[in-house]
């Protein structure tokens, strides 16, 4: 599996979280940046899941891409005071991420 690929899955949660936070913040059609970024978000998203998923398993790539992007929304969420800090909250999201890191150490078994 293609050091690429997961770079360009990892960015591609990011943008995952980049989308849900700008769909939270559309109010209709009098502010437009809100839904050019989601769209921009959605788009590299989607299309940087679709080029990792192209070498790695398609329930890894998933997860992974899930796992980055809930995460990235939590911390940004109370980087910028929209969600209460919580250590648990905190802890439990480092599990998440722990487990995305799991999953590339693991890898594929041997011969496939």
Do not use: Q
Request: charged content about 10%; glycine content about 14%; hydrophobic content about 60%.
């Amino acid at each position: 599996m293609g050091v690429m690929n997961w770079l360009i899955l990892v960015l591609s949660g990011l943008f995952e979280a980049v989308w849900a936070t700008a769909l939270g913040r559309i109010t209709g059609f009098s502010r437009p940046w809100p839904i050019v970024a989601f769209l921009a978000g959605m788009t590299l998203s989607m299309a940087g899941l679709a080029y990792g998923m192209r070498t790695i398993p398609v329930g890894t790539a998933y997860a992974v891409w899930v796992g980055i992007g809930a995460s990235a929304t939590l911390f940004y969420a109370i980087a910028a005071g929209e969600e209460r800090f919580s250590l648990v909250k905190v802890l439990l999201v480092l599990g998440i991420l722990a487990c995305v890191v799991g999953l590339k150490v693991v890898g594929e078994p041997a011969g496939t």
